[in-house]
């Protein structure tokens, strides 16, 4: 693995100096689409069912998702909030439907189901073998993710990966989310492992602000989730395609 520090374009990174490599979940583990674009549909419809209402407009405005594309834009809710927050969101949506609190909360508790975390987690790379990788460089293996606990525990498990990462940090473990630092200065002081000598992987513009704000020794985005090149490259040391690109050479 070989690095270019200071040059986003040149999709070439060197761990060599690094003992933590954090990752994102969502949009860099797997693919983030094909886990939230089906629920964003799927949360509309069964909300139209149950109020009768037309909702769909007005929920995917407040969720940041464009249903045209099937995409998520990357400083939207549905890229960087927890799902309790999603859910508040969606409660919001519906009072402004001229729905009563308790009705709104009513609607959206019989039609709130989350994506399944196994079956809807598709990897970006071959994620083993990455991890593999990365432990028999003597490099401890960390993910921060703005979903549960629950949901993320059973993802690394169902891709066989559970047992290749150190910690993990999640939405519900009672921390600042995204874009706060708390998530990688936590893993850090859990790993005895200064910040300087961690990277900070990621997809979505929070990722990397969270990094600089921990002050992480590289800032990798990859361009597999919701954020373009456009959106990451101010705030990332390098740009790379995937994590399979940390497979390479």
Do not use: N, Y
Not at 101 to 130: C, F, I, K, M, N
């Amino acid at each position: 693995m070989t690095l270019a520090r200071g040059d986003p374009g040149s999709g070439k990174i060197r761990l060599d100096d690094l003992e933590l490599v954090i990752f994102d979940k969502d949009g860099t583990l797997i693919d983030f689409h094909a886990m939230w674009s089906g629920w964003a549909e799927d949360l509309a419809r069964r909300l139209e069912s149950v109020t009768g209402e037309p909702i769909r407009g007005p929920l995917f405005r407040a969720l940041g998702f464009d249903a045209a594309s099937g995409r998520t834009l990357a400083h939207a809710p549905l890229a960087v909030m927890p799902m309790a927050r999603l859910r508040d969101l969606t409660v919001e949506v519906l009072r402004a439907a001229c729905r009563s609190g308790t009705a709104a909360e009513d609607a959206v508790r019989r039609s709130w189901q989350a994506p399944d975390p196994v079956a809807l987690a598709h990897p970006l790379a071959d994620l083993p073998a990455l991890f593999t990788s990365l432990r028999e460089g003597r490099r401890r293996i960390a993910v921060a993710t703005s979903d549960d606990r629950a949901p993320t525990e059973a993802t690394l498990a169902g891709l066989g990966v559970a047992g290749l990462v150190d910690v993990v940090v999640c939405a519900d473990d009672g921390l600042p989310v995204k874009p706060a630092p708390d998530m990688v200065l936590h893993l850090c002081r859990t790993l005895g492992i200064p910040p300087s000598r961690a990277a900070m992987i990621g997809d979505a513009p929070a990722d990397l602000v969270m990094g600089r704000a921990a002050g992480v020794g590289l800032r990798v985005g990859v361009l597999s989730g919701v954020g373009s090149r456009r959106d990451l490259e101010p705030l990332a040391d390098v740009i790379l395609p995937s994590v399979a690109s940390l497979l390479d050479g």
